[in-house]
T-cell receptor, first 116, second 117 residues
Framework: DAGVIQSPRHEVTEMGQEVTLRCKPI?????LFWYRQTMMRGLELLIY????????DSGMPEDRFSAKMPNASFSTLKIQPSEPRDSAVYFC??????????????FGEGSRLTVL | AQKITQTQPGMFVQEKEAVTLDCTYD???????LFWYKQPSSGEMIFLIY??????QNATEGRYSLNFQKARKSANLVISASQLGDSAMYFC??????????????FGKGTKLSVIP
């Protein structure tokens, strides 16, 4: 089984540019999560979807960030315009709710974003 | 208030010894789950072990065990017989149900474990 697939793995861009991060969850999973990881703030939940519907986006830093899930197999996180403080590793994770005994999240390998 | 607290930014352990990584949590939800994830230097997040709030017994998975003390709201991870490959960041996380019938997972700041040969 393929795991959660994220692209790009690495992105270097200049301040002001638009950045789009992509995620393909595990087939059959109905919940998708976007996390941001930095040294200072650790792992922060940005937004999550249940059955393609955004449930809680209170973690999205500001209006420059937006996320979509047009179907069960694809999600995007967009930053426009990007700023140096957005530099971080962005993780996508998926799970099945209600799931098995644990309902753990399965993480992608992350997208490392550097904004110059 | 932080929902998940990991008080040890870094820990050292001698190879083959056991080590305990601390985690305390805060929730008013009677139904919750506690997780531990490992993040090696390569960056991926690896699920290790899970404890449900109603589980009577402490969870175990191979060399990993979870010391669940519900009254104290603690869920410490115990790694027995440490190996060099255990050197990594370890994150404690809590799952809580949301009003929308879904749930969210909140992570602690992590503990960096270094295993000394």
């Amino acid at each position: 089984d393929a795991g959660v697939i994220q692209s790009p793995r690495h992105e270097v861009t200049e301040m002001g540019q638009e950045v789009t991060l992509r995620c393909k969850p595990i087939s059959g999973h109905n919940s998708l999560f976007w996390y941001r990881q930095t040294m200072m703030r650790g792992l922060e939940l940005l937004i999550y979807f249940n059955n393609n519907v955004p449930i809680d986006d209170s973690g999205m830093p500001e209006d420059r960030f937006s996320a979509k899930m047009p179907n069960a197999s694809f999600s995007t996180l967009k930053i426009q315009p990007s700023e140096p403080r957005d530099s971080a590793v962005y993780f996508c994770a998926s799970s099945l709710v209600p799931g098995g005994p644990t309902g753990e999240l399965f993480f992608g390998e992350g997208s490392r974003l550097t904004v110059l | 208030a932080q929902k998940i607290t990991q008080t040890q930014p870094g820990m050292f352990v001698q190879e083959k010894e056991a080590v305990t990584l601390d985690c305390t949590y805060d929730t008013s939800d009677p139904s919750y789950g506690l997780f531990w994830y490992k993040q090696p230097s390569s960056g991926e997040m690896i699920f290790l072990i899970y404890q449900g709030s109603y589980d009577q017994q402490n969870a175990t998975e191979g060399r990993y065990s979870l010391n669940f003390q519900k009254a104290r709201k603690s869920a410490n991870l115990v790694i027995s017989a440490s190996q060099l490959g255990d050197s990594a960041m370890y994150f404690c996380a809590m799952r809580e149900l949301t009003g929308a019938g879904s749930y969210q997972l909140t992570f602690g700041k992590g503990t960096k474990l270094s295993v000394i040969p």
